[in-house]
């Protein structure tokens, strides 16, 4: 698909990924429509990084996922749908999980039907490497059985399943990206890197929880690349597709290598509270990542340092935006 003269929608634009990629169909000669959840203080989220003359080319619909009629108008008169929007945060849905679960599972079914009442050429529905649950082999492959170890990981398998039955059903051109741990500029301290690199910054003591849980990290211009590719490579309809680097470290190195790159003195310390229920705790990621650069000819180009030392220096520049050292849900 070329991107000029498209009308595309993006729920979830005002995230983390979800900025990153407006900006970049953007500046590919898409006109953009975004989705965004509906607060008060008209705040646009992430999408406030933008250059103001890329958010004027912008329309932006607030609303939320779970009203059908509101989701219905923002898709009318798209090609493409990339969905993105959810409740993402693992703690939080231990904490609202009926929200978490009407959100991510009823958001997606409501987009899933107005794209297919609306003969959307394409859909990029998002899934996360969290519905495979600790991984029982690595690296992780498409076929890995999926664990809902958390409600947060279960509502995405709900939304995944829905995504693959409007395929079968319907024939609706859906591809479902399955991104690994994302990172980078803009991101929350809701994530581990930022969490780190803050901390680092600002404080002798870096707090964390599990530091032998293993994880696949991606930066967030690999990411975004592999969603556009997947609205562009017919072989990629009907399929789930993993978005990861295909290296791995544990959260206890990465603290290293981030203390060590930063010249910091902080010191990790085991924060409790940031501990998950043994049960739901996630051990290993590791992404099998073979179907990507065969079907969607992608593979990251980011290294781990250098996308750290990206991180770190737009970090740096917005210290002031992080409540350092508390523990974000």
């Not at 705040?43 to 989701?71: F, K, P």
């Not at 803050?198 to 967030?220: C, H, K, P, Y």
């Not at 009907?238 to 930063?262: C, D, H, R, Y």
Request: glycine fraction near 8%; aromatic fraction near 6%.
């Amino acid at each position: 698909m070329m991107w000029e003269g498209k009308k595309v929608l993006i729920t979830g634009a005002g995230g983390f990924i979800g900025s990153h990629l407006t900006e970049a169909l953007v500046k590919a000669g898409a006109s953009v429509r975004v989705f965004i959840r509906y607060n008060s203080r008209n705040g646009r989220g992430n999408l406030e990084d933008l250059e103001q003359r890329e958010l004027e080319e912008i329309e932006i619909i607030a609303g939320d996922l779970r009203d059908a009629d509101v989701i219905e108008r923002s898709v009318k008169g798209c090609n493409a749908v990339f969905h993105l929007g959810a409740l993402v945060g693992i703690p939080y849905s231990y904490k609202n999980p009926r929200e978490v679960i009407e959100t991510n599972i009823l958001g997606t079914f409501n987009i899933l039907t107005a794209a297919r009442d609306h003969g959307v050429e394409r859909i990029v529905h998002t899934s996360t490497s969290e519905v495979y649950g600790s991984a029982r082999y690595v690296p992780i492959d498409e076929a890995h059985p999926l664990q809902g170890q958390s409600p947060y990981s279960a509502s995405k398998i709900g939304a995944d399943k829905l995504a693959e039955s409007f395929y079968a059903s319907y024939n609706l051109p859906v591809v479902t990206v399955r991104p690994f741990n994302c990172y980078g500029p803009r991101q929350s301290a809701r994530a581990v890197i930022p969490t780190l690199i803050t901390q680092a910054l600002a404080s002798e003591e870096i707090l964390l929880g599990n530091t032998e849980a293993i994880r696949d990290f991606t930066f967030v211009s690999d990411t975004v690349e592999g969603f556009i590719k997947a609205a562009q490579k017919q072989a990629a309809v009907g399929k789930v597709i993993n978005v990861g680097s295909g290296q791995e470290i544990s959260i206890g190195q990465l603290a290293q290598v981030i203390i060590a790159t930063l010249g910091s003195s902080g010191k990790i310390v085991l924060d409790e509270s940031r501990v998950r229920p043994s049960r739901s705790e996630v051990n290993r990621l590791l992404a099998d990542n073979r179907l990507a650069k065969e079907t969607l000819e992608w593979e990251p180009q980011v290294s781990l340092e250098e996308g750290i030392k990206k991180t770190m220096a737009w970090i740096s520049a917005h210290l002031n935006r992080f409540q350092i050292g508390k523990y974000q849900i």
